[in-house]
């Protein structure tokens, strides 16, 4: 029995007789005897080649499935790329590949892993076709340094940028330092006054990294360090002052405590930027009996300031009542404003006609 076999133009066919791989044939139309063990599979010519049953080494020696097709195999420390009609699809995710080439051009762009930089030519809409766990990126801000290691060994400083790096046969990682100027508080320290008083007290520090070679290799945790070191500092001082002293000298102290620092600045790998006491609390009991020292002080200076006032009103009474004692015009003048002050207080004024207005106000005053 023979069965008629149709292949269009866009398909191929696999010829195989008792199981065993004959030829390919393509557009056409075909008889076989399906009882001499004749059997043909058929596909489109698009894409990847779908039939496997054949191993390629066999399918290479037919020449048309040869002309038709392109076999591709990716080396070992080699991404592949894979470029239908010059348009990127996808990164190859296994050794070999066999596609069709007869109505689209199928491309491998071959790339090598064995440099753990991901160079130039590798485009940003390349990697993104990459799978994350073959690559790694790391990315450099402002003020910010970067320690690239291969296999933990230190290789070179790295600036602002972006950096991508392949997963292949090194073990690359990058270290990344803030070389901005950060801050430490210190809060709440307990400290006894030389006077045997104690306070708390609140600094801050301004600081950067300065070497981030060394701060890698001799510093773990640096802002405990520093914390603790900076502590030990501000209690050695403080010590040495009365609570007096303390309140009056904020600014002498914090001074001497930025000086002990820079002398310890390299210990850190750091730049001592500013250090600054910001505040200082009293006990309860203390801040009462200041606040009392206080009010009694101001109450005093106000007490001193008002008889300086009054002194100085009676020194002007004294000064204008000897000039109205040497000059009758001025005590007249004097006389007669007062007058008129009178006047405004007085709702109604009677004047008999026995002398004039000013005569009578003034008998009126003498009366008073």
């Known amino acids: 029995m023979k069965m008629k076999i149709i292949i269009k133009d866009n398909q191929a066919g696999?010829?195989?007789k008792n199981g065993l791989f004959v030829k390919m044939i393509t557009a056409g139309t075909y008889h076989f005897s399906k009882t001499l063990g004749y059997e043909v599979q058929i596909e489109e010519m698009t894409g990847e080649v779908d039939y496997l049953e054949v191993p390629h080494q066999i399918l290479q020696r037919d020449e048309n499935?040869?002309?038709?097709?392109v076999h591709m195999v990716i080396p070992d420390g080699y991404a592949g790329f894979l470029y239908v009609d010059d348009n990127l699809v996808s990164v190859a995710n296994r050794r070999e590949y066999t596609f069709w080439n007869v109505f689209e051009k199928h491309t491998i762009k071959l790339v090598s892993m064995e440099e753990p930089v991901i160079g130039k030519e590798v485009t940003k809409q390349m990697l993104s076709h990459v799978p994350v766990r073959m690559y790694k990126t790391a990315s450099i801000g402002d003020g910010e340094c970067g320690l690239l290691y291969y296999n933990n060994i230190l290789q070179k400083k790295l600036t602002k940028g972006i950096y991508s790096f392949w997963n292949y046969n090194t073990e690359v990682s990058v270290k990344i330092f803030d070389m901005r100027q950060q801050k430490l508080d210190i809060v709440g320290q307990e400290i006894l006054t030389k006077d045997k008083i104690g306070i708390r007290m609140n600094m801050v520090c301004m600081y950067r990294i300065s070497n981030a070679e060394e701060f890698v290799e001799k510093i773990t945790n640096l802002k405990e360090q520093l914390y603790s070191c900076v502590q030990l500092v501000l209690r050695e001082h403080t010590g040495n002052y009365k609570l007096d002293e303390i309140l009056e000298l904020k600014e002498q102290i914090s001074k001497e405590v930025f000086d002990s620092l820079k002398k310890k600045e390299k210990d850190f790998c750091i730049e001592i930027l500013d250090v600054g006491i910001k505040d200082i609390i009293l006990p309860g009991e203390i801040r009462d009996i200041m606040n009392t020292v206080l009010v009694a002080e101001k109450t005093a200076q106000a007490n001193v300031i008002s008889r300086r006032e009054e002194v100085a009103s009676t020194r002007s009474l004294l000064n204008t009542a000897k000039l109205m004692e040497d000059n009758k015009t001025l005590y007249k003048l004097k006389e007669l404003e007062y007058l008129e002050r009178i006047c405004d207080k007085v709702g109604e004024i009677?004047?008999?006609?026995?002398?004039?207005?000013?005569?009578?106000?003034g008998k009126l005053m003498e009366t008073a």
Do not use: D, H, P
């Open 350 to 361: 009677s004047v008999t006609g026995n002398g004039g207005l000013i005569e009578q106000l």
């Open 65 to 69: 499935f040869q002309k038709s097709t």
């Open 14 to 16: 696999f010829v195989k």
